[in-house]
């Protein structure tokens, strides 16, 4: 069992940045994938981005370029920076955690985007 516990969401206006971060308790194993997913309001959950133990990167299309991912495997912490944050970008954010074919999820945190 996993536990991720998320912080950094909050109200930003269009244009500026935000800082999400999560870290990770429990039983974890070296090599595994963490990452955001969001989920907006009436939308399904979509990846953001996500990076392996080993520092591989994926990004959904929406964010390439505004939004950097990154770990530090030895605190089991993942961060998310957002830049040149847009409206659309608003939506619960949920830090996510799989290995071992198992998948774990923190509470959320909101993302609101004023324009």
């Known amino acids: 069992q996993v536990q991720l516990v998320e912080s950094g969401g909050g109200l930003v206006q269009a244009g500026r940045s935000l800082t999400l971060s999560c870290a990770a308790s429990g039983n974890i194993f070296s090599l595994n994938i963490m990452g955001w997913y969001r989920q907006a309001p009436g939308k399904q959950r979509e990846l953001v981005a996500a990076?392996?133990?080993?520092?591989?990167?994926n990004y959904a299309d929406s964010v390439k370029g505004r939004f950097t991912i990154s770990r530090d495997s030895a605190k089991n912490t993942v961060t998310l920076q957002m830049n040149t944050l847009k409206p659309e970008d608003t939506a619960v954010y949920y830090c996510?955690?799989?290995?071992?074919?198992?998948?774990?999820w923190g509470q959320g945190t909101q993302v609101t985007v004023s324009s």
């Open positions: 996510h955690y799989r290995a071992q074919w198992r998948d774990s």
């Open positions: 990076i392996t133990s080993g520092g591989s990167t």
